[in-house]
């Protein structure tokens, strides 16, 4: 089975802070997406990475970095959190062998953000 | 550009009743895949189903059963006998393979159970 983990479920954040969010899959895809998903907004991509080093903004990548150093791992940065960026956080990791299974999404637990 | 759509917004049943929840979407590629996510209270994004667009035949498991219709770009999700625990917010989505595969969902569908 596919596992994608979140390092915390729930995480309470000050303004102004820098906020880490770790992600780490064991299936060992190339492809590592960041999500946020906000009521009435849906899910939106943050960003996402196709090799290690490698990072591709998505649609809202304002206030947020990454870093993809190892390919089990993709860490989504908040470099100073604001209350905007409360959220519910989802990381998703996919394969790219051109096999059915590897197109195939698979999404970590998330992490519910609330900064105060 | 891709697009997903779920008409219903929220649909509320009783127990054993059959449920379908419809999916819309629309694409310029020729091949692609389709899936469904279920996401519980717990907020996990749960996957449920992969289709390629080459594969037109229904798909059954167990309770859930999907129709897939390439003629009129849908894809439809049906629960036989609903459970309370199938209560959840079910997404339909579709790769967007010029955007590194991102998926893009459709809004959800709440679907609530009850005893």
């Known amino acids: 089975d596919v596992k994608v983990t979140q390092s915390s479920r729930y995480l309470v954040k000050r303004t102004g802070e820098k906020v880490f969010l770790e992600c780490v899959q064991d299936?060992?895809?190339?492809?590592m997406f960041w999500y946020r998903q906000d009521p009435g907004l849906g899910l939106r991509l943050i960003y996402f990475?196709?090799?290690?080093?490698?990072?591709e903004k998505g649609d809202i990548p304002e206030g947020y970095s990454v870093s993809r150093e190892k390919k089990e791992r993709f860490s989504l940065i908040l470099e100073s959190a604001s209350t905007n960026q409360t959220s519910m956080y989802l990381c998703?990791?996919?394969?790219?062998?051109?096999?059915?299974?590897?197109?195939?999404?698979?999404f970590g637990p998330g992490t519910r953000l609330l900064v105060l | 550009a891709q697009k997903v759509t779920q008409a219903q917004t929220e649909i509320s049943v009783v127990e054993k009743e059959d449920v379908t929840l419809d999916c819309v979407y629309e694409?310029?590629?020729?091949?692609?895949?389709l899936f469904w996510y279920k996401q519980p209270p717990s907020g996990e994004l749960v996957f449920l189903i992969r289709?390629?667009?080459?594969?037109?035949q229904n798909e059954i498991s167990g309770r859930y059963s999907w129709n897939f219709q390439k003629s009129t770009s849908s894809f439809n999700f049906t629960i036989t006998a609903s459970q309370v625990v199938d209560s959840a917010v079910y997404f339909c989505a579709l790769p967007a393979y010029n955007q590194g595969g991102k998926l893009i969902f459709g809004q959800g569908t709440e679907l609530s159970v009850k005893p």
């Open positions: 990475s196709y090799d290690v080093k490698m990072k």
């Open positions: 694409t310029r590629d020729t091949t692609y895949y």
């Open positions: 998703a990791s996919r394969g790219t062998s051109g096999l059915a299974i590897q197109e195939t999404q698979y």
């Open positions: 289709r390629n667009s080459f594969d037109e």
């Open positions: 299936m060992d895809h190339e492809n």
